[in-house]
T-cell receptor
Framework: DSGVTQTPKHLITATGQRVTLRCSPRSGDLSVYWYQQSLDQGLQFLIQ???????AKGNILERFSAQQFPDLHSELNLSSLELGDSALYFC?????????????FGPGTRLLVL | AQSVSQHNHHVILSEAASLELGCNYS??????LFWYVQYPGQHLQLLLK??????LVKGIKGFEAEFIKSKFSFNLRKPSVQWSDTAEYFC???????????FGTGTKLQVIP
């Protein structure tokens, strides 16, 4: 158990819908990272937040957005869902944002878009 | 932009065989290197990491990796694998002030009893 929690574990929805994935970082960690893992794309970095502010963006679609709240939990919003958005979405956290920080991963949310 | 290559996509070994998984990266600056493992149905867990110092890094569960700067490589090794090592292994490279981490495509290891 890494100390990072994600809800829900599984999510089934239809194309065109919107969903919100939630992540609670390890106690004391200020950085939160979101990743998408799919069979064809592998593990892709989406976005990073540090203490409430966006710090880095990866391959995140415009239909996706995220935020980190004052209590440091983070939400990833996926809208206008397409079949290709079906994937495992991981959240990771680290203590700071600096060099050499280890990221600790949550159990993931498995999203299935039908 | 940095990139990570894991050339072996699927490796099948018998128990007690030795393991070496290749990882090469491309980035001109200073990097931090990681190996993560993902057991079936579970999340990624850190196996080991290299930031600086001794290029031979020892991790959990008997794994080790060697950073060879001249070859831009960070190969993972284990002298004798067990059935419980069946998992997917990801190499990752971190760089920059905000620690942008790029993952390789992963290597699925299957250990046959």
């Amino acid at each position: 158990d890494s100390g990072v929690t994600q809800t829900p574990k599984h999510l089934i929805t239809a194309t065109g819908q919107r969903v919100t994935l939630r992540c609670s970082p390890r106690s004391g960690d200020l950085s939160v990272y979101w990743y998408q893992q799919s069979l064809d794309q592998g593990l892709q970095f989406l976005i990073q937040y540090y203490n409430g502010e966006e710090r880095a963006k990866g391959n995140i679609l415009e239909r996706f957005s995220a935020q980190q709240f004052p209590d440091l939990h983070s939400e990833l919003n996926l809208s206008s869902l397409e079949l290709g958005d079906s994937a495992l979405y991981f959240c990771a956290s680290s203590a700071r944002q600096g060099k050499g920080e280890t990221q600790y991963f949550g159990p993931g949310t498995r999203l299935l878009v039908l | 932009a940095q990139s990570v290559s894991q050339h072996n996509h699927h490796v099948i070994l018998s128990e007690a065989a030795s393991l070496e998984l290749g990882c090469n990266y491309s980035y001109g600056g200073t990097v931090n290197l990681f190996w993560y493992v993902q057991y079936p149905g579970q999340h990624l867990q850190l196996l080991l990491k290299y930031f600086s110092g001794d290029p031979l890094v020892k991790g959990i569960k008997g794994f080790e990796a060697e950073f060879i700067k001249s070859k831009f490589s960070f190969n993972l090794r284990k002298p004798s694998v067990q059935w419980s090592d069946t998992a997917e292994y990801f190499c990752a490279v971190g760089s920059g002030g905000y620690q942008k981490v790029t993952f390789g495509t992963g290597t699925k290891l299957q250990v046959i009893p």
